[in-house]
T-cell receptor, first 110, second 112 residues
Framework: QKEVEQNSGPLSVPEGAIASLNCTYS??????FFWYRQYSGKSPELIMF????GDKEDGRFTAQLNKASQYVSLLIRDSQPSDSATYLC??????????FGDGTTLTVKP | GAGVSQSPSNKVTEKGKDVELRCDPI?????LYWYRQSLGQGLEFLIY????????KSGLPSDRFSAERTGGSVSTLTIQRTQQEDSAVYLC??????????FGQGTRLTVV
C-alpha cells in the first residue's frame, strides 16, 4: 500500500463546476498536508496546506482534512480551464520527510 | 535568490558518462529532497537530507546514484555511467524542519 493514495483520474469537469480531488494516507503520524499543482512541463507549486481537522478556504480552493479517517481533499469551485493540471497531495510527519501521491490529472472543459 | 535554484536546466550526455546536477536550496531551509519524474509519471523519491542527520537514501535506484550536501546548503546529485533509462527531469526541493517543500525548476537529463 502506498503511503499517500490519490484518485487515479483523470478527472474531467465542465467550466464553472466544482472539482473534487481526494487523497488518503496510511501514516497516522502525518501532521501536515499539502496540495500542489503541476502544469505540464513545469515543477509542482504549493497551492494549499492544512494542519487541523476541518476545512480551510483560500479563494476558490478549499482543503478538507479528517485525521480520524486519514482523508484529505481539495475542492476547486467555479473551475476554470486554467485549473487544468495535475494535482499532487503530500503528507508530512513532524520533522520528517514529505511523502507525495502520484497525482490526479484534472481537465476543465470550456 | 528567493527560490530553489537548479543547474543546469538541461543536460544531454552520452551513455556511460557521469553527470552532476546541482541544487541550491532556499536560504535557511534545513531539509532538501531530490526527486525524479519521467514523462507523464509521478514524483519518484530519491534522497532526503535533514540538517546534520544521516540522509534517507532509500529511494536511490542503484549504486550509480549518489548525492551529497555540503555545509547544510548546496547539494549535488551524481549519476555515474549514465543509462538511457536515467533520462528524466530531476527535481530538487527544500523546506524548513516542518512545513511545505518548495521545488526548483528541475534539470532535464537526456542520455543519448
Amino acid at each position: 500500500q502506498k503511503e499517500v493514495e490519490q484518485n487515479s483520474g483523470p478527472l474531467s469537469v465542465p467550466e464553472g463546476a466544482i472539482a473534487s480531488l481526494n487523497c488518503t494516507y496510511s501514516d497516522r503520524g502525518s501532521q501536515s498536508f499539502f496540495w500542489y499543482r503541476q502544469y505540464s512541463g513545469k515543477s509542482p507549486e504549493l497551492i494549499m496546506f492544512i494542519y487541523s481537522n476541518g476545512d480551510k478556504e483560500d479563494g476558490r480552493f478549499t482543503a478538507q482534512l479528517n485525521k480520524a479517517s486519514q482523508y484529505v481533499s481539495l475542492l476547486i469551485r467555479d473551475s476554470q480551464p486554467s485549473d487544468s493540471a495535475t494535482y499532487l497531495c503530500a503528507g508530512r510527519p513532524n520533522a520528517g520527510k514529505s511523502t507525495f501521491g502520484d497525482g490526479t490529472t484534472l481537465t476543465v472543459k470550456p | 535568490g528567493a527560490g530553489v535554484s537548479q543547474s543546469p536546466s538541461n543536460k544531454v550526455t552520452e551513455k556511460g558518462k557521469d553527470v552532476e546536477l546541482r541544487c541550491d536550496p532556499i536560504s535557511g531551509h534545513t531539509a532538501l529532497y531530490w526527486y525524479r519524474q519521467s514523462l507523464g509519471q509521478g514524483l519518484e523519491f530519491l534522497i532526503y537530507f535533514q540538517g546534520n542527520s544521516a540522509p534517507d537514501k532509500s529511494g536511490l535506484p542503484s549504486d550509480r546514484f549518489s548525492a551529497e550536501r555540503t555545509g547544510g546548503s548546496v547539494s549535488t546529485l551524481t549519476i555515474q555511467r549514465t543509462q538511457q533509462e536515467d533520462s528524466a527531469v530531476y527535481l530538487c526541493a527544500s523546506s524548513f524542519l516542518t512545513g511545505a517543500a518548495f521545488f526548483g525548476q528541475g534539470t532535464r537529463l537526456t542520455v543519448v
